[in-house]
């Protein structure tokens, strides 16, 4: 199976024709790609396949570890050919990802508690990325989204019904004391264009990545961002994995990991990214990517949120303490089934040694 992304030789809208049909591949059911889930088990100097799912367009620098991983080399350095593929929504890649098609999916904490908690799937957080949220809503200053009370009755744009992004604002309000049927929620796209449906008045705001926020807010002056981090604790990134993985592919599992740990720790290590970027713009090409101030700013965003601004922690590893307070955190906003046991949906045996 080729691998979705762009690439000199691949141009533009042959990239994005490829990506549609394969995204339609997906939907027609497992039956489809399970080939596609993994190869004969990768490890230092081997030759195994392994498909990533993303709820995220590939074309966003949300993608950056993943987008590295593949450009500089990091997944083969660990004998890992690694497809990267579109899925819609947290939803469908999870049971994607349960149904055995791809190995690893890069899900929001609150989306592996809720599905854990709820209906006991197997899912097993194998690393954390980010230590805080990496998405922004993004308004109109002429309508302020300042504070959670400023939601009530107004219409957000997400990605997905009841993906990431719509369990984030409803977190926002619950945390608040505010119900959050309070805010209806709109199926939208996730590029700078969306924003004019916030100027036209049709919604109020919509959850996009980081790097989008910026570029919206460099194009518009009326253009304003809340972090839902001031207000969700619990929105943090993970890759997930299955128990089934698990017991098939550990060493693809390890070597997947391994690869995303060495391409996080060189942008950690790229003080102003210059090396990095380039290597990105060898393979890819899109607008926040292209843009230098966006790629720059939105970078520097991210590590802070991959290190915690602290560079010296462990990257990847989960804090025990931290993921069980996010579980806290949704059965008390009634987000998640009380009653889990948190502490066993998560095991960090399957990142590197080292791991800073």
Known sequence: ???????????????????????????????????????PAAGGGGSGTATFLSILPLETLSMSPELLAVAGGHFARHGLDVTLQEVKGSPQATQTLIAGVGVVARLGQIDLMTAVAESNQPLVNIGTLCRGSAVRVVYSKQAPLEKPQDFVGKTIGVSSEGGTSSKIVSLVLANSGLDPKSTPRQVTGLTPGTFNLVQQGRIAGYVVSIDTANIVQSQHADAGVFDPGTVVKSDSQIYVTTADVIAKHPDTL???????????????ADQDFGKTIGTLRGKYSFATLDDDAIARKSLGMMRDLWTGKDPSRPLLVTDPAAWTAGYDELTRAGQAKPGGDAARWFDNSFLPATTT
């Open 1 to 39: 199976m080729s691998t979705p992304s762009p690439s000199p030789s691949l141009p533009r809208r042959a990239f994005l024709r490829r990506s549609a049909l394969t995204a339609a591949a997906v939907a027609a059911g497992p039956a489809v790609l399970s080939a596609c889930g993994a190869g």
């Open 254 to 268: 390890r070597a997947f990991m391994a690869g995303i740990r060495d391409a996080v720790a060189e942008y950690v």
